[in-house]
Structure formats: structure tokens, C-alpha cells
């Protein structure tokens, strides 16, 4: 048992890329350099630990240097949404080396959809010339509330059938190792924070697609609630949506009127064909007027719960994410309008609202991230990684 949290230990301090010898490990740890070696001798074996070529010394001989073995063992990310899922293997930094995504349908079940998953992350490794064994972990993100103690999911609206199913048993039947199972919005809130914002402690990332929800970092910790329920904005009363009936069985939801599918219905009762997220963003960036009034009404809608949020938690960036977030400035504008308008001085003053960087593969990235803080016994906090450099071997605590 010691000596696999000393190891776990050593791999929390290698993970923001710095190499360190067995002396800086030793002295960081507060353990025996003996103790050190021994268990940078079996993070070597296991592949998880590289020793580097030693820098050119003055006089003395060199200290050889250890870093994370970004490439020795792989981790399995995927991203499931309502019609579409993203598969991909990365290394141990969360650099993406093989990606595939397809359609699906969540409601099929969380067996069939799992297994495709579990089989589109083994093709992929094939692929790369690696077999099951070089994967350390799986990180999923899925459209619902999870339970953050047990991985299941909780009366997940968008996916019927799948209340409480055992995911992480499931995938670990074909992967055997750990498993981290959150909401999607989390994980690509984690993805943005990780790459994007790591020295920010405060942050909130709001996902439009089929549904809407808001990944929130207060204190530079990811807040997901007592039952994994944080952040679940998107079932929050608006007056704008007082007449409209909400999947969730009540009127007057902020999803049914400012969610992919509620400006779809918008446009589609005034005549305007669009069924989903996407026919939205075509028509905005075809320059459809109505469309563009439609999403900045719903911008506006999603501004007034903003601004609440903005108020309580004072974030310093506020992110737009999801496949409504293609459209950009007409729901930016929205939704900055009344952020701005409702919001005190002190807690818009440094405020950004902006569009996230990575809308594609921020999900993959937070996905594969929250394996690394399993493995590496690490909350979830940004570490940025930086390349493996000679100079760069100067102690410094983790984060």
C-alpha cells in the first residue's frame, strides 16, 4: 500500500512535464532517495516513468533525469451526446492520436452504445500498433447528471434506459483498469480549463446542444454537487420560456427555449424549417435574419441565469460551448447583454464571455485529463504540460 501511493506520489509531481532527478523527486516527496528509486524503478516497468538522457555537467558526474512517459501507455477518452459520439486514444499529456466519431442513438441502450465504444477504442489502438494492455484508463463523458461516488448515471433525461447502469463494470469488462465516468459538460469544461485557462481558479463553461448545462470551477476546483447535479442550469424557470413544456415534464425550463432543440422549435413555429442544433447554426451562418433574432432572444434568456451565477461566483471567464456555440456573435451578444445589465461592477469588471477555443475536442481532452487525476492521485486541477526540455529540471511543488 506504501509503496503504491509513494509511486502515485512521483507520478503527481512528473505530471506537469518538468523531468526531475531521484534527488529533487526525494526532497519534493520527503522521502529516502532509496525509497525514490525503488519505485521509480517500478514506474519504468510499468512504462509510466521515462528516464531521460542526462544534461552536460560542468564537473561531477550528471544526475539522470525521470519524466512521465508520454507515449508508453495510451488512455481511452470518448464524448457521448444525443446523436453522435467521439472516441479517441491520447498519452498521458492529452494529446490526441486517433479519433473517430459516429452516429448514434443513446436510447438503444447502454449496452449496444457501450460496446461500440469499447470496440471503436480497441480498432483505434490497432490502429496505432498498441494492444489493450498499453491502455491505463478510459475517461467518458455522457449527456446527464452522474453520481460522482459510483459513475451511474442519474434519471438521465436524454438517455432512457440508462438510470444507474453500471458503466464503469461495463467498460472494465473490456478494459480492465480505471474508469471515470462524468457529465459531459463537466468534462469539456475540464478539457477548456486544462489547455485554455490553467492558471484560472474560477470559471464557467455553459454547453448548448441538444440540452444545456454548465460545467462550473469555483475556487479551482470543479463543482459537481452532492449527487453530480451542479451546474444543471438548464432546468432553471426563465419567463421567456413560461409557456413552453420542457422534456423534464415542466413549463417554463431555460433548455426549452435557449437549447439547440428549443431554437429549433422557435424557428420551426415561426415558419422557419430547422429541427436541430445544427439546421440552426446553417441558417445563422447563411445569414437567416429571423434566425439570428431567434438565437440572440435565446442568448438573452441564457444571460439572465448568467448573471445570477456571475454574482454568486464572480468567475473571471464565462465559456460558450456545444454546437450552438458555432454561431457565435449573435448568441454572444445576447447573452453579454444582460450579463452586463444584471451583473454588479465588481463582478464584471475582468469578465470575459467568449466562445471556447477547442469546440471539437475540449470533451476528448477533459475526458482524458480526469484519467490522469485518477492514476496520478491529483485533484482536478490545471497542469499545464510542458515539453520535456534539460533546462527545465528545477524542482517546483505540484499543483
Known sequence: ???????????GLLRDGRPRTKTELAKLLGKARSTVSLRLADLQATGLVEELAAPAATRGRPSALYALATSGKLIGAAELASADCLVAITDLAGRVLAQESYAVDPADGPVPVLDRITATLATLLAGLGRSPGDLVGVGLGVPGPVDPATGQ????????????????????AAFPGPVVVDNDVNVMAVGEWVTQYPDESDLILVKVNTGLGAGIVAGGRLIRGARGGGGDIGHIQVDAASDRLCRCGQTGCLEAL??????ARTLSDQGVAATSAWDVVHLVRGGDATASRVVREAGRAIGAVLAALVCAL????????????????????????????RSQPAATSDLQIVTAHNLELASIIGASRLVQNHLFGVPTAPVRYVEPTQDSAGPRPAQ
Open 258 to 263: 435557449a437549447s439547440g432543440a428549443g431554437i
Open 1 to 11: 500500500m506504501a509503496e503504491t501511493l509513494e509511486a502515485v506520489e512521483i507520478l
Open 314 to 341: 464572480n468567475p473571471k471567464y464565462v465559456i460558450l460551448g456545444g454546437e450552438i456555440a458555432h454561431v457565435g456573435e449573435p448568441l454572444l451578444a445576447g447573452i453579454r447583454e444582460v450579463v452586463y445589465a
Open 153 to 172: 448515471t442519474l434519471s438521465p433525461m436524454i438517455l432512457p434506459g440508462w438510470d444507474q447502469f453500471d458503466i464503469v463494470g461495463h467498460i472494465q
